[in-house]
């Protein structure tokens, strides 16, 4: 019988020491809060009696190593054990530059958070007894150097070599791409696409099979829960983005076998200079969302013209904000019927057409 356990997951930091920031007029990342904001986190984590903590990726901001050496000397001094993965901002490139580490680099800078094995950029690793971590990575690159999300061949094939292996153990995946579809038709839209791991339906087919049925995401910087027949992607939006959240969960399992997980999510929501930073914070992402809302609206499925994308984009100002806060029930009734309708299934609404409010706080069943 597996012992309860309580463990946090805090995701897409984007960690930027204040000599690597570097601005541009779009950026939706704060990243100027970035180590502040975590430090809060840290503040309360370590408070609780936590058995592990989880970092789903986007570490760093741009891969500068000076911030991968900041974070793992900052995890070591942690009072529980953190397991990472690396997300796309970790690793932009093959080979280092003057800007980013080298892909094949980041396992050696966290040895102690799950690299045990420098030689590859995933792992394995026994949490609790009969409690297993797997640490996926989704960064792939192509002939031309270009970044995609995906699980490679090789990857794959380990996968089924550990999960076949570890058919006693409750096994907990951790991954930077999403897995299951957070926002409507993901996997087929042309801006959200890239959020998805490439394979993810072959992802899917593995970890059904093997009975995993906790996967830990994030990337898409939203408070989001996805299940696909009883696999749940738990995505965690971004520190550095509004509403800078973070996760406390907790496992339990009966005298009669029966499993479930309890979700609770904070926000981070002050930091020197930032004293009201959930309002600061909300009007920053606001204030940089037209550009965003118009190429959404006038691309595929939607394809509005653009002189109507640029009306409607105003009222809709508030929209990604309110996605990233997770359990959202949009309507515009002054849109058009069928626009309406589009924005609504963006909502919080279970299959049967009521709010389903569990992308923050809930208990999943397992």
């Given at each position: 019988?597996?012992?309860?356990?309580r463990?946090?997951?805090?995701?897409?930091?984007?960690?930027?020491?204040s000599?690597?920031?570097?601005?541009?007029?779009?950026?939706?990342?704060?990243?100027?809060?970035?180590?502040p904001a975590?430090?809060s986190?840290?503040?309360?984590?370590?408070?609780?009696?936590?058995?592990?903590?989880?970092l789903?990726?986007?570490l760093?901001q741009?891969?500068?190593?000076?911030?991968?050496?900041?974070?793992?000397?900052?995890?070591?001094?942690?009072?529980?054990?953190?397991?990472?993965?690396?997300?796309?901002?970790?690793?932009?490139?093959?080979?280092?530059?003057?800007q980013?580490?080298?892909?094949s680099?980041?396992?050696?800078?966290?040895?102690?958070f799950?690299?045990?094995?420098?030689?590859?950029?995933?792992?394995?690793?026994?949490?609790?007894?009969?409690?297993?971590?797997?640490?996926?990575?989704?960064?792939?690159?192509?002939?031309?150097?270009?970044?995609?999300?995906?699980?490679d061949?090789?990857?794959?094939?380990?996968?089924?070599?550990v999960?076949?292996?570890?058919a006693?153990?409750?096994?907990?995946?951790?991954?930077?791409?999403?897995?299951?579809?957070?926002?409507?038709n993901?996997?087929?839209?042309?801006?959200?696409?890239r959020y998805?791991?490439?394979?993810?339906?072959?992802?899917?087919?593995?970890?059904?099979?093997?009975?995993?049925?906790l996967?830990?995401?994030?990337?898409?910087?939203?408070q989001?829960?996805?299940?696909?027949?009883g696999?749940?992607?738990?995505?965690?939006?971004?520190l550095?983005s509004y509403?800078?959240?973070y996760?406390?969960?907790?496992?339990?399992?009966?005298?009669y076998?029966?499993?479930?997980?309890?979700?609770?999510?904070y926000?981070?929501?002050?930091?020197?200079?930032?004293?009201?930073l959930?309002?600061?914070?909300?009007?920053?992402?606001g204030?940089?969302?037209?550009?965003?809302?118009?190429?959404?609206?006038t691309?595929p499925?939607?394809?509005?013209?653009?002189?109507q994308?640029?009306?409607?984009?105003?009222?809709?100002?508030?929209?990604?904000?309110?996605?990233?806060?997770g359990?959202?029930?949009?309507?515009?009734?002054?849109f058009?019927?069928?626009?309406?309708r589009?924005f609504?299934?963006?909502?919080?609404?279970?299959?049967?057409?009521?709010?389903?409010?569990?992308?923050?706080?809930?208990?999943?069943?397992?």
């Open positions: 019988m597996i012992s309860n356990f463990f946090a997951v805090v995701s897409d930091l984007h960690l930027a020491l000599h690597t920031i570097w601005n541009h007029p779009s950026r939706f990342h704060l990243v100027e809060v970035s180590i975590f430090e986190v840290l503040e309360h984590l370590t408070q609780l009696n936590l058995d592990f903590l989880l789903p990726g986007d760093t741009h891969g500068e190593p000076e911030n991968h050496a900041w974070l793992q000397e900052r995890l070591a001094q942690l009072p529980f054990p953190s397991y990472v993965v690396p997300g796309n901002h970790d690793v932009p490139v093959v080979k280092a530059n003057e980013s580490i080298a892909v680099d980041f396992p050696h800078y966290y040895r102690k799950g690299y045990e094995d420098t030689d590859q950029l995933y792992y394995t690793c026994q949490l609790l007894p009969g409690v297993r971590l797997i640490g996926l990575n989704s960064n792939c690159f192509d002939d031309q150097g270009q970044q995609v999300g995906r699980l061949t090789q990857q794959l094939r380990w996968l089924e070599e999960l076949a292996g570890a006693d153990d409750f096994v907990l995946v951790m991954v930077h791409h999403n897995v299951v579809e957070h926002l409507p993901q996997s087929r839209h042309p801006m959200a696409n998805m791991l490439g394979n993810a339906p072959e992802l899917l087919q593995i970890l059904k099979r093997y009975g995993v049925r996967v830990f995401t994030g990337h898409l910087h939203i989001d829960v996805a299940d696909s027949d696999v749940y992607d738990i995505t965690t939006g971004s550095v509403p800078h959240p996760r406390i969960l907790e496992f339990h399992q009966d005298n076998g029966n499993q479930w997980l309890q979700i609770l999510s926000r981070v929501t002050s930091v020197p200079d930032f004293p009201n959930q309002q600061t914070s909300k009007k920053w992402m204030d940089r969302s037209f550009s965003f809302l118009v190429k959404f609206l691309l499925p939607l394809n509005l013209p653009m002189s994308a640029t009306e409607l984009a105003p009222s809709l100002r508030e929209f990604w904000a309110d996605m990233a806060n359990d959202a029930v949009f309507d515009y009734p002054n058009p019927p069928e626009l309406r589009y609504e299934k963006y909502g919080a609404i279970a299959p049967s057409g009521s709010p389903s409010f569990i992308d923050n706080n809930t208990t999943l069943l397992l």
